[in-house]
């Protein structure tokens, strides 16, 4: 590890144990070329994963770039879990974590991997899907990490309603007008509503409809008449 690095290492080893035992979560920022640990807030009640506040998030992003997201497993060794694992490879971002067990800090560094773009990807089904944008939005703009559903093909027209069955445990409750970075929920070709955007400002949506590449598109009066649901985050899942 570089020197450079070493400050924040020490720094996100004294929040870890300040922390103990919850989990600790906070953010290296480059702040014209000199990284700092940035302490944040863990939105999550559970003990397997946590999400960055997106105040915090948003905090960090002011001060410079973010170039390593960092957390703790307390009680356990570093090694990534199942969800370390899928939230890394999404995130494009270096991630470092730190075992605390018996008062004794490991670490295990995850080098960035690459990500899809939030635009032009190909839709795979229950891979890579309206609701993967979604999730891969809320975790690179927001911060956010929000819980995924196993879905098969087709499940709108197999008697699934993931979107409306989920919503309230994903952390979203339902709004009458559309802000930045709301879900909207619509049901295009089918009675469920099986279709998920991003509201952006602008009366813009970010979305992926099947067999279409991701798109950013206006939201017109045939996407309002297909909506059902006007979603907005307002807590960690539970
Ligand atoms: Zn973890």
């Known amino acids: 590890m570089s020197e450079l690095f070493k400050k924040c290492r020490s720094d996100a080893e004294a929040h870890a144990r300040a922390e103990y035992p919850r989990e600790s979560c906070g953010l290296v920022v480059s702040v014209r070329g000199k990284p700092q640990y940035v302490p944040c807030r863990n939105q999550s009640d559970e003990t397997d994963h946590f999400i960055l506040h997106p105040e915090d998030y948003a905090a960090a992003e002011d001060l410079g770039d973010i170039v390593v997201i960092v957390h703790s497993h307390p009680d356990v060794g570093p090694e990534p879990s199942l969800h370390d694992l899928a939230s890394h490879a999404v995130s494009r971002t270096t991630w470092w974590i730190v075992g605390l067990v018996n008062g004794v800090a490991t670490w295990h560094e995850m080098p960035a991997s690459g990500e899809l773009a939030l635009e032009g990807r190909v839709f795979v089904h229950g891979v890579i899907d309206c609701y993967t944008l979604v999730r891969d939005y809320y975790r690179q703009v927001l911060g956010i990490t929000l819980m995924d559903f196993h879905r098969k093909d087709d499940w709108w027209n197999n008697g699934e309603n993931l979107y409306v069955d989920n919503f309230t445990k994903a952390g979203f409750v339902q709004v009458d007008t ?12 089918s009675p469920t509503p099986c279709h998920g955007a991003i509201w952006l400002d602008g009366d813009v949506l970010l979305h992926h409809l099947y067999g279409r590449l991701s798109c ?20 960690a899942p539970s």
Do not use: F, S, W
């Open 216 to 235: 950013k598109e206006v939201y017109g009066r045939a996407y309002r008449e297909c909506t059902t649901h006007i979603l907005r985050y307002k807590r």
């Open 178 to 189: 559309p802000e930045q970075g709301d879900l909207i929920v619509m049901a295009i070709g």
